[in-house]
T-cell receptor, first 115, second 117 residues
Framework: AQKITQTQPGMFVQEKEAVTLDCTYD???????LFWYKQPSSGEMIFLIY??????QNATEGRYSLNFQKARKSANLVISASQLGDSAMYFC????????????FGKGTLLTVNP | GAGVSQTPSNKVTEKGKYVELRCDPI?????LYWYRQSLGQGPEFLIY????????DSGLPNDRFFAVRPEGSVSTLKIQRTERGDSAVYLC???????????????FGPGTRLTVL
């Protein structure tokens, strides 16, 4: 089974509207971290937001928020007030606890923001 | 401050040749990671270092791949006898710690695009 599943290969949103990018994960480890990265066409992976498995509240960073539903094993990224510069690939990733610190990434979602 | 830097940004080589890819992490970051990203895929883990030692090299595809970090800062990924299937973007990342939590957020460099002809 895939550890990170992003079911939306592509998404479109109008400028200034909100958009939700889906991510589900699979782990039996009680301690884990979830990350979202943005990858513009230039190629660099840009860290957006982090959610720890024991965090009681959903993470927020400016226009980004993470809708963390632990029982459903989902960690959806919400981008509010979309901007043209938000057009990029978005990757969800997981770090499982213990001695394993590598990130496992999903296949990504290509977001296009329309003017 | 400076982010993670990688050189070269692009490398074109012929099948069978040897290549070295360099990564300079964020100053003060103790952990360093290498990933490989094929077209249309998310990055896949190759190896990570805590200090000078390779703490986990389970992602290296075979013994043609090797990485070093002799002084605990700059790292070099070495690929011997390159094959066309090695063509990908090689990403390096570093993190402040391995303590768990947001402190181990990995920050990525711009990558090296390797093309094997």
């Amino acid at each position: 089974a895939q550890k990170i599943t992003q079911t939306q290969p592509g998404m479109f949103v109008q400028e200034k509207e909100a958009v939700t990018l889906d991510c589900t994960y699979d782990t039996s480890d009680p301690s884990y971290g979830l990350f979202w990265y943005k990858q513009p066409s230039s190629g660099e992976m840009i860290f957006l937001i982090y959610q720890g498995s024991y965090d009681q509240q959903n993470a927020t960073e400016g226009r980004y928020s993470l809708n963390f539903q632990k029982a459903r094993k989902s960690a959806n990224l919400v981008i509010s007030a979309s901007q043209l510069g938000d057009s990029a690939m978005y990757f969800c990733a997981m770090r499982e606890g213990g001695s394993n610190y590598k990130l496992t990434f999903g296949k990504g979602t290509l977001l296009t923001v329309n003017p | 401050g400076a982010g993670v830097s990688q050189t070269p940004s692009n490398k074109v080589t012929e099948k069978g040749k040897y290549v070295e890819l360099r990564c300079d992490p964020i100053s003060g970051h103790t952990a360093l990671y290498w990933y490989r990203q094929s077209l249309g895929q998310g990055p896949e883990f190759l190896i990570y270092f805590q200090g000078t030692g390779a703490a986990d090299d389970s992602g290296l595809p075979n013994d043609r791949f090797f990485a070093v970090r002799p002084e605990g800062s700059v790292s070099t990924l070495k690929i011997q006898r390159t094959e066309r299937g090695d063509s990908a973007v090689y990403l390096c990342a570093s993190s402040l710690s391995l303590a768990g939590g947001p402190g181990d957020t990995q920050y990525f460099g711009p990558g090296t695009r390797l093309t094997v002809l």
